[in-house]
Structures are given as structure tokens and as C-alpha cells.
């Protein structure tokens, strides 16, 4: 058995992660690496890892684009937001003042003293309900 570099070794591994659609376990299996391995390369070889991540981006990307193509409405929301924005898709700079909360305005007025509304006084809670303080229902009458 010939005994590969590592270049090639590498070049082997980038070529069963793309034939195994960025599945790093199984292109680890078929160019016959181990993860120490792989760890030792991703961490000491930085263009290896960026062609390692590239890989894993494009698969994605294949798989959101086709989700797309097949009808996923949120795929295509998701995909507009991220790569539509030239075409004026997506979530565009919000107007700080616009967005901000006025404090003012009646409704969180009563927001501010909603606990008053909703929670029981202590001889509510505790009083014993029988069954005349039940509504009656139509039939019942």
C-alpha cells in the first residue's frame, strides 16, 4: 500500500466531504483519517480549514437554495433577507427614533399598574368557592 502525504491526504478528505455533502464523519471514514488527525490539520493548516469550511457553506447553501426551488416559503423569506438586499429585500437599518418606546402614551401607562388588575387581593384568594358563586348556564335555568 502506498502511503499518501498529507497534502494528499487532505486533498482526498476535501474530496469526500464534497462527495458526502459536507458530512465530515463519512469523508473522515473514506480518506481513511481520524479525527485527531483532522483536529491536528484544522488547527495548524489555516487554508485547509477555510477550504474545510467553504465546503460545509456551499453544501448549505445547495440545500437552502433547493429548499427554496421546492416551495419553502421560510427558506425563501430567510434567503431574500440574506441575500437580496441589493434588490431592497430583507430588514433594512431601522430608524432608532422610530423604534423606540415612548413611555408617554396611555398604554404602558396601564401596563405599569396591570398587577393591580390581575392579581387577587388576599380575601379573594383565599375565600372558599361554592357552587352558587359559579355562573349559571342557560340549560341550568
Known sequence: MVKLTDLQQKQKFLIE???YKGMVSEAMAHARIDQK?????????????????DIKVDVI?????????????KAQIYF??????SRGYGIQGE?????????????????????KF????????????????LPKFAEEE
Not at 483536529?39 to 474545510?52: A, H
Not at 447553501?61 to 416559503?73: K, M, T
Request: proline letters at 5%.
Open 17 to 19: 466531504l464534497i462527495t
Open 80 to 85: 431574500l433577507d440574506t441575500h437580496g438586499k
Open 61 to 73: 447553501e445547495e440545500a437552502l437554495i433547493q429548499s427554496c426551488l421546492n416551495g419553502n416559503v
Open 37 to 53: 488527525q483532522l483536529s491536528e490539520w484544522l488547527r495548524k493548516d489555516k487554508e485547509f480549514n477555510q477550504q474545510v469550511n
Open 118 to 133: 390581575f392579581i387577587p387581593s388576599p380575601e379573594t384568594a383565599i375565600k372558599k368557592r361554592t357552587k352558587k358563586d
Open 95 to 115: 430608524d432608532p427614533e422610530q423604534t423606540r418606546i415612548e413611555l408617554d402614551k396611555p398604554i404602558y401607562k396601564v401596563m405599569e399598574n396591570v398587577d
